[in-house]
């Protein structure tokens, strides 16, 4: 990949220290753009309007949302697990978009990137909560990518799994034997995705180079969504 891509760019990425955050940070800054890297937690609408406010005019906005996956079996869901994941994962997604595609649209230009989950796009037991939050993000995003295509607006998503990150796979889970085992078993790659090959191309889909996908999920996996 060529170096300085994302030069003259201002690039948000929010949850900034969680999840793919700080990966990001860094891979976009090498890369010449100026981030606002925000952590704030987007409840509501007004907290949204505030981060997009303050941010500026942005080129690119990354959404980075994380959340601790629940792992209760598919009969004990109770509504208040299903409410939270939901309005951590799915609820700031509309507000976001209301929020920063205005000054998109007026410049006729911009784009938006999920880091999304490819729990989405392959069953797995007591995820399912996690799940369906991760699979509406990706539904979400890909009508939005077709309404803003005539705009210039390029809207996709990453739909990763095994790839290093602290939210989902600490240094405590990946030193675990049974989790190398794991790894070896169902990753085709036999190791996870290092943080950097995966902001490396979020960075890309972030660029000009990117300019002629529409609301694509790249799955990021390590070849796990094969299996």
Not at 52 to 66: C, E, P, T, Y
Request: aromatic share 8%; with cysteine; net charge negative.
């Amino acid at each position: 990949m060529e170096s300085g891509i994302l030069t003259d760019k201002r690039i948000l990425v929010t949850h900034a220290e969680r999840f793919m955050g700080p990966a990001l940070v860094d891979a976009f800054r090498r890369q010449g753009a100026t981030v606002i890297a925000d952590n704030d937690d987007l409840g509501t609408a007004d907290a949204i309007n505030e981060v997009i406010a303050s941010a500026g005019d942005i080129d690119v906005l990354v959404i980075n949302l994380a959340i601790a996956a629940p792992t209760s079996r598919l009969t004990e869901v109770e509504d208040d697990e299903w409410q939270s994941v939901f309005a951590t994962l799915v609820d700031p997604l509309p507000r976001l978009f209301k929020a920063v595609l205005p000054a998109m649209m007026e410049r006729q230009r911009g784009k938006i990137l999920l880091m999304g989950s490819a729990a989405a796009l392959r069953g797995m037991k007591r995820t399912s909560t996690y799940s369906a939050a991760r699979g509406a993000q990706l539904a979400y995003i890909q009508a939005a990518a077709v309404e803003m295509a005539p705009h210039n607006i390029q809207i996709n998503a990453i739909a990763q799994n095994f790839v290093d990150n602290p939210t989902y796979f600490p240094a405590e889970v990946q030193s675990d034997p049974r989790f190398q085992a794991r790894l070896k078993r169902e990753v085709p790659l036999g190791r996870l995705v290092s943080a950097s090959e995966d902001a490396s191309f979020a960075a890309y889909l972030c660029s000009d180079q990117a300019d002629c996908f529409v609301g694509q999920v790249f799955p990021v996996t390590g070849g796990w969504i094969n299996r």
